[in-house]
């Protein structure tokens, strides 16, 4: 059973970057295609960005152009590298792995972006 781990989330000022990881174990991770999601206090889980076993990537439109995933097969990661942070991104940021239609995801890190 894949299990995931979020880390990398801080306080970070307006303009600042963050590199997101997202540690993967129990299954085989190169099987799987990963995305990350963010959920604000009060607001439904959003999608931001997904990678594909094949490395197809895919953005929301708030994030493009800011947001960058990536994944590293070797060592079981999933990577966000955020930046030019906003206020609107605070949120709690989660990963998600899929197989076979079936979804696993990771506790959430906490990502606040303030002055």
């Known amino acids: 059973q894949m299990q995931l781990v979020e880390s990398g989330g801080a306080l970070v000022q307006p303009g600042g970057s963050l590199r997101l990881s997202c540690a993967a174990s129990?299954?085989?991770?190169?099987?799987?295609?990963l995305g990350w999601y963010r959920q604000a206090p009060g607001k439904q889980r959003e999608l931001l960005a997904t990678?594909?076993?094949?490395?197809?990537?895919n953005y929301a439109d708030s994030v493009k152009g800011r947001f960058t995933i990536s994944r590293e097969n070797t060592k079981n990661m999933v990577y966000l590298q955020m930046n030019n942070l906003k206020p609107e991104d605070t949120a709690v940021y989660y990963c998600?792995?899929?197989?076979?239609?079936?979804?696993?995801w990771g506790q959430g890190t906490q990502v606040t972006v303030s002055s």
């Open positions: 998600k792995a899929i197989w076979g239609g079936k979804p696993y």
């Open positions: 129990g299954s085989i991770f190169s099987l799987y295609d």
């Open positions: 990678i594909t076993t094949g490395g197809s990537t």
